[in-house]
């Protein structure tokens, strides 16, 4: 440790590349954890000790099946529950999750009317007394101000209710009190009257052994099932697993960057001291026992590195659970994350990625360093020489870990962690081509720069000449620059299929919808709005969605999207169609439906031929498939069927939104303002086609704002992985610098010197982050965005990112070189002292 | 026999450093000229200020009082970039560890210092090659520093020391890394092409048998420079 001591700036820029690694990775995890356990305990508090649950089609099941399971079968452990979702005015416009219980049935079920999670006796008065009474979290009441008696207003779908807050939940620790976060209670009936569900039920919850489940669901209606309540939040986990996944994926890879960077410093600490540990083996130390001591030097910097990435992992944390969550309620479910989780498995995690990271970084230099012969020192031309014989042999390990990541890639097609690990592994194999690239491209740039003359010559020579260093610090950039560039092209390429697929979605002018609650649930607007917007002047036609989700027999809930077509869609909307745009739907008419692309690939449905079985109001339907369409609405997948065909099976009068059609030669502008005041009272959002346009991409930014910082992290780690390999190359340098300088070089020409030499480096890396940036673009895109997501994206080359990759990487490398020669110009005594000693 | 024209003037040069709190005199008011063409060697013990005195007067290094003179020129009164230009017209420097440069070839660890003073290409390579050929080495001209022993690193940093034509050579214990008998050759392969080409040779060893091949002898003691050895032409 004295050693590092000794150089406080490489050991503060190694213990620093460990804690930014570990922090990224931290505050993802935490992120991840944070939304996954708010939505686990939210899910809990709801479904409590129930072990089955029955449900219905889109509008629930009507309450006499509650009755006639409790009074006629004598079923006894049951509870019906109405639920739903509204947007509570007051409260921020926070979404809330309503739930209708009835308290008498509830006692085995929920833990909100017993002593502990308890509301108090003079409450429960109010809750069967009043009219639209709640009880709501003490915790969120207290955090708005909320005092009981107060009326709060609360937007179902296009509908306004008003509720009266009666009493709070009170929870006895701090984990029930955030199941408890943005959930109202009330009773069944100003549920039913909230969500217009008269006589209906969401679902009955059940706490039954598997044969009395068994028996249960024999006597049910064929258009009610009965499933086991885990399988709900199951169902969620799977559902975020990609995105959490991805996430993981990209912070580990700024770890990855940082072990470059942690390699370079242990390498250059462990080439400094070969002249002691040569004497110490002299002295009888054992080669064992040496690398023992540079394991546990760099094992001590990457836990420090990894504590103090632990620190700021948590501040950071901070905002990537914001990032996270507001995804995930924008593209998945409703979930309020209000406190930050740091489990002991995080805190695990990040000490032993820093540390292990530190480690598998020191091996080979460690090893290194046990060969260093007793007294003698090794010249540095002769470890130069030993990497030089070594570049041959590492690029054939590179083709073979590049062919080992491809066939991973290739062969494990169902697996997203396979395909990572296979990009992780290409990745790695790319970096070992480095050395012998870096030899080819200096040799071209000498002959080029060496007409220049021979600084030109010498810089080439001198990142050639330093292999054991420029390698890996070109290494680090190019994976960083890399990552960048495959990150960049990824989401231009998304951007603009997703904003090509917007304007061949998006036909009509106006688009009419109540505000949307939270991704993934359905909102109803009164079907009665359809023919007030239709009978507006400058309406030419309108088209009318009902967005639902449905039970399907083997692939459990499935959002359907029921649509009246005014317009035929574009052919390409299509990934695979029987006929043209016409025939389709005229099949879509006629009883088939349209899955989307990502439905097709999470259920493996075959291009032409396949079926969908769906639970409808009549029981199991096969609905035959007669397209595939692009989507990138929802990474779930949806099923698009005709409005009529749906009523058909479903009763469901209800609708969701409208799109109109502006008539030729109207105002579009003046009829938007006509929608809007014909519909004033509603609580609906009128938007302009460019408007929704603009809204779908502002939630797309959003969803890439945290892969788009992590990128930036990486750049970050990277350039100073760089500095510190300048650092070290310029440390060792300092006698060759001051020969250069006794030879007459002046002050200018050695930073120009210097500056060529890191320029050189910095554009190698460039270069190589080209062609492997691509690379990576197209595996992100191909593979991992498919696998992951099931959305086929289309290759946006965004050419002006690889301009920018190669300014990036030059600059990074030139601003690297200024601290050293700042180093030099104030060091020309040491410069002097240098040339006289080895 | 005429007295040889001074090339380089010592005048009242003393150089201190401070140690903490305690000022060590290196050099205290040194006096000495050199003439051009002339061979100097400087003995002493270690530490006694004889590489110090060698980093003032290639301008290395600025001494604390005193001016030193090269030429018609004070070089100590000079910026840090005149003096590495002017280093690099009148000065060839040769170290104890040779100090080559290992990312060039023996050909452009030579070609640099003619290269630096702006000779041209063809006439830097050709003086280049005349050197290598003249210390044994133009068959490894291509060759990179580290394939090549000692006594061979240090021709090669004596043809490089010479090849800009600086009137000037110092050489920081040249012999200093080598055994005696290739010490022996390097030093009488130095010395007879500073006779041959003209050259005032300034050399700092503690061999009596490198400082015997000198004109004049002088040893450092205490900070002062004094005289010791006076060899008169045969």
């Known amino acids: 440790m004295r050693d590092a001591l000794r150089r406080p700036w490489l050991t503060g820029l190694l213990v620093v590349s460990v804690a930014l690694g570990v922090a990224v990775v931290v505050a993802i995890d935490m992120a991840n954890e944070s939304a996954s356990r708010a939505f686990a305990l939210s899910t809990e508090a709801v479904v409590g000790k129930a072990t089955h649950q029955i449900r219905g089609g889109p509008n629930g099941l009507d309450e006499t099946v509650y009755r006639d399971l409790r009074v006629i079968d004598g079923y006894r452990a049951s509870a019906p529950v109405v639920e739903g979702y509204g947007i509570a005015v007051e409260l921020g416009r926070q979404t809330v999750h309503v739930i209708g219980v009835d308290p008498f049935a509830e006692a085995p079920f929920r833990t909100y009317f017993n002593s502990t999670t308890s509301a108090p006796l003079d409450a429960l008065t109010g809750f069967f007394t009043q009219p639209g009474a709640v009880l709501m979290s003490a915790d969120s009441a207290a955090r708005f101000g909320v005092k009981v008696g107060d009326a709060l207003t609360l937007d179902v779908g296009s509908q306004r209710r008003q509720a009266v807050v009666v009493g709070f939940l009170q929870s006895p620790n701090e984990v029930s009190g955030r199941a408890l976060e943005g959930l109202w209670l009330t009773d069944i009936a100003t549920a039913q009257e909230f969500f217009a569900m008269a006589g209906r039920l969401s679902r009955i919850d059940l706490i039954a052994t598997a044969s009395a489940a068994e028996a249960i669901a024999a006597r049910l209606p064929p258009n009610l099932t009965l499933a086991p309540a885990s399988e709900q939040s199951n169902t969620v986990a799977q559902i975020t697993a990609a995105f959490q996944l991805n996430l993981t994926a990209f912070s580990l890879l700024a770890l990855l960057v940082g072990t470059f960077l942690i390699y370079n410093t242990v390498t250059f600490s462990v080439v400094q001291r070969r002249q002691v540990f040569g004497i110490m083996r002299s002295l009888g130390v054992t080669g064992a026992q040496i690398f023992g001591l540079v394991l546990m030097e760099s094992a001590l910097l990457g836990a420090l590195g990894a504590a103090l990435g632990l620190g700021l992992g948590v501040l950071l944390g901070r905002t990537t659970v914001q990032l996270v969550t507001q995804t995930i309620n924008d593209l998945y479910f409703n979930v309020t994350v209000n406190s930050i989780d740091v489990t002991w498995l995080t805190v695990i995690k990040g000490i032993a990625l820093g540390i292990g990271a530190a480690l598998l970084a020191a091996v080979a230099p460690a090893a290194e360093a046990t060969t260093a012969p007793a007294v003698a020192t090794l010249q540095r031309s002769s470890l130069e020489e030993r990497v030089r014989q070594l570049v041959p042999r590492l690029a054939l390990a590179g083709v073979l870990l590049v062919a080992g990541g491809a066939a991973l890639i290739a062969f494990i097609q169902t697996s997203v962690v396979a395909s990572f690990a296979g990009l992780f592994i290409g990745l790695i194999g790319v970096v070992l081509w480095v050395p012998a690239i870096t030899v080819g491209l200096m040799r071209l740039a000498a002959v080029g720069l060496g007409r220049a003359g021979l600084t030109g010559r010498m810089a080439a020579r001198t990142v050639t000449g330093a292999l054991s260093r420029t390698a890996v610090a070109i290494a680090a950039l190019m994976v960083a620059v890399s990552v960048t560039i495959g990150v960049t092209v990824m989401i231009a390429s998304f951007r603009t299929t997703v904003g090509h697929w917007l304007d061949q979605t998006l036909l009509a002018d106006i688009y009419i919808s109540p505000p949307q609650a939270t991704a993934n649930r359905s909102v109803t607007m009164e079907p009665a709005l359809a023919e007030r917007i239709r009978a507006v002047p400058g309406v030419a036609e309108v088209e009318v969605y009902r967005n639902v989700v449905v039970d399907a027999p083997a692939l459990g809930a499935v959002r359907v999207s029921a649509v009246t077509v005014a317009h035929a869609r574009d052919a390409g909307l299509y990934r695979y169609a029987a006929g043209t745009p016409g025939e389709t739907w005229q099949a879509v008419e006629g009883g088939a439906v349209v899955v989307t692309e990502p439905f097709a690939n999470h259920h493996h449905l075959p291009p032409s031929g396949g079926a969908v079985t769906l639970l409808t109001d009549q029981g199991p339907h096969t609905f035959p498939v007669a397209a595939i369409s692009y989507d990138y609405s929802s990474d779930q997948g949806i099923v698009l069927m005709s409005l009529n065909v749906y009523r058909r099976y479903w009763n469901d009068p209800e609708i969701s939104s409208v799109a109109a059609f502006v008539s030729a030669g109207a105002n579009r502008e003046m009829v938007e303002d006509a929608v809007r005041a014909a519909l004033a009272g509603s609580v609906v959002v009128v938007r302009g086609n460019k408007a929704l346009r603009d809204a779908a991409l502002v939630v797309f930014d959003r969803t890439f704002a945290i892969t788009a910082a992590l990128r930036w992290v990486a750049v970050i780690v990277a350039f100073i992985g760089v500095v510190s390999a300048t650092m070290a190359l310029q440390l060792e340098r300092t006698r060759e610098l001051g020969v250069l300088s006794a030879a007459g070089m002046t002050l200018a020409q050695l930073w120009r010197l210097t500056l060529l030499e890191t320029g050189l480096m910095g554009a190698t890396a460039g270069l190589l982050s080209m062609p492997t940036g691509l690379a990576l673009a197209a595996v992100l895109i191909y593979v991992i965005n498919l696998r992951s997501f099931g959305w086929t994206i289309f290759f946006a080359p965004a050419p002006e990112v690889y301009l920018e990759a190669l300014a990036l990487s030059v600059a990074a490398a030139l601003l690297a070189a200024v601290y050293p020669m700042r180093r030099l110009m104030h060091a020309s005594r040491e410069t002097t002292a240098a040339l006289r000693s080895e | ?234």
């Open chain 2, 1 to 234: 026999m005429s007295q040889p024209q001074t090339l380089i003037r010592i005048a009242h040069v003393s150089k201190r450093y401070q140690e903490g709190d305690r000022e060590r005199v290196v050099l205290a008011d040194v006096e000495a000229a050199f003439g051009a063409g002339e061979h100097i060697a400087i003995v002493g013990r270690s530490g006694s200020g004889k590489s110090t005195l060698l980093n003032l007067l290639a301008g290395l290094d600025l001494p604390s009082a005193g001016e030193i003179w090269i030429g018609g020129d004070c070089i100590s009164r000079f910026s840090d970039r005149a003096r590495t230009l002017f280093r690099r017209d009148h000065i060839g420097f040769i170290f104890q560890f040779f100090n080559l440069i290992s990312t060039l070839t023996v050909r452009e660890n030579v070609v640099l210092t003619a290269e630096l003073s702006g000779w041209k290409p063809p006439a830097a390579r050709a003086q280049t090659d005349r050197l290598l050929d003249a210390v044994g080495l133009l068959d490894r001209a291509q060759t990179f520093p580290d394939k090549l022993s000692g006594g061979e690193q240090q021709r090669v940093a004596i043809a490089r020391a010479l090849c800009a034509d600086p009137p000037l050579i110092l050489a920081d214990e040249p012999t200093g890394n080598l055994d005696a008998d290739t010490g022996a050759q390097v030093m009488g392969l130095l010395t007879a092409l500073a006779r041959e080409r003209g050259k005032t040779l300034i050399v700092v060893t503690h061999s009596s048998e490198v400082s015997a091949l000198a004109d004049r002898i002088f040893r450092l003691d205490h900070g002062r420079l004094l005289e010791v050895a006076h060899r008169h032409p045969a």
